[in-house]
Nanobody
Framework: QVQLVESGGGLVQPGGSLRLSCVAS????????MGWFRQAPGKQRELVAG???????IYADSVKGRFTISRDNARKTVYLQMNTLEPEDTAVYSC??????????????WGQGTQVTVSV
């Protein structure tokens, strides 16, 4: 089990930016695919962005062009840069580490989540 600790959430106005970070407690971070999921009140959890061990990326259509996922294997950290935030981006964002070959299902390890609120 990988321990994941997220940071960087908060309150931001529409159009603003935030950067989320997730630090992992494994010596083999580089082999894990890392993802950011979010869950808004009354909605199912959804994949926001994922990055594979080879740094291939995938994004939800709703965030393409606004969010960027990246990883620093030396720091065992995955980032989510969120620009041009919209009220619809308000949710709890959780970091995920998995060895699975797809992003479906509740696989791998999860962080505790960090709240992102986009509001005037």
């Amino acid at each position: 089990q990988v321990q994941l600790v997220e940071s960087g959430g908060g309150l931001v106005q529409p159009g603003g930016s935030l950067r989320l970070s997730c630090v992992a407690s494994t010596s083999i971070f580089r082999v894990y695919a890392m993802g950011w999921f979010r869950q808004a009140p009354g909605k199912q959890r959804e994949l926001v962005a994922g990055i594979g061990s080879g740094s291939s990326t995938i994004y939800a259509d709703s965030v393409k062009g606004r969010f960027t996922i990246s990883r620093d294997n030396a720091r065992k950290t995955v980032y989510l840069q969120m620009n041009t935030l919209e009220p619809e981006d308000t949710a709890v964002y959780s970091c995920n580490a998995r060895l699975a070959t797809s992003w479906g299902g509740d696989f791998g390890s999860w962080g505790q989540g960090t709240q992102v609120t986009v509001s005037v």
